[in-house]
């Protein structure tokens, strides 16, 4: 059974360009959630996708942009990158239907922006 | 507004002792999740224990036990036997509960060494 799968592990890029990460939940689960995780920080959370909707947000500006596909992958989207949008972003599933959720994480993608 | 603290930046623990991880939460909500999760060097999460705020039992997995005061907001981790494989980065979570769509507010995270 695969877990959270993430693609790519790294990613360079320079400032003001645009970049799109990948994720592949764990078989069985619906609900996508994304988060980033500064160096040396816990994570934050980015948003949430459930049924190819955006169910819940964080405190992001909207060039943090989302999809779900009906296959339940996710994509997160960063457009005009900063410098501070430099971290790893981690996607986490889990399966809505039930009142208690463990969200499984996936490896991370490293973004660094230059 | 709901916020996890750990105050231990880096703690250290001699293989085969017992250390305790701290964490605060601060929150108005009465139904709600507390966890652990740990990160290894290589980066994947993994939750290492979880507590549900209504059940007063200390939740245990293991060599892993918790010490939840729901009055103080106070839910700490104790290792037990601590093993060379525990070194990692330690994460205090919560989520509010009541449903599904809630997602994880994480402190800052505990660096922990395991010295042989």
């Known amino acids: 059974d695969a877990g959270v799968t993430q693609s790519p592990t790294h990613l360079i890029k320079t400032r003001g360009q645009q970049v799109t990460l990948r994720c592949s939940p764990k078989?069985?689960?619906?609900?996508v959630s994304w988060y980033q995780q500064a160096l040396g920080q816990g994570p934050q959370f980015i948003f949430q996708y459930y049924e190819e909707e955006e169910r819940q947000r964080g405190n992001f500006p909207d060039r943090f942009s989302g999809h779900q596909f009906p296959n339940y992958s996710s994509e997160l989207n960063v457009n005009a990158l900063l410098l501070g949008d430099s971290a790893l972003y981690l996607c986490?599933?889990?399966?809505?239907?039930?009142?208690?959720?463990?969200?499984?994480f996936g490896p991370g993608t490293r973004l660094t922006v230059l | 507004a709901q916020t996890v603290t750990q105050s231990q930046p880096e703690m250290s623990v001699q293989e085969a002792e017992t250390v305790t991880l701290s964490c605060t939460y601060d929150?108005?909500?009465?139904?709600?999740?507390l966890f652990w999760y740990k990160q290894p060097p290589s980066r994947q999460m993994i939750l290492v224990i979880r507590q549900e705020a209504y059940k007063q039992q200390n939740a245990t997995e293991n060599r892993f036990s918790v010490n939840f005061q729901k009055a103080a907001k106070s839910f700490s981790l104790k290792i037990s036997d601590s093993q060379l494989g525990d070194a990692a980065m330690y994460f205090c979570?919560?989520?509010?509960?009541?449903?599904?769509?809630?997602?994880?507010?994480f402190g800052k995270g505990t660096k922990l060494s395991v010295k042989p």
């Open positions: 986490a599933s889990s399966l809505d239907r039930r009142s208690y959720n463990e969200q499984f």
């Open positions: 929150t108005s909500e009465s139904d709600y999740y």
């Open positions: 979570a919560y989520r509010i509960g009541g449903g599904s769509q809630g997602n994880l507010i």
């Open positions: 078989s069985g689960h619906d609900t």
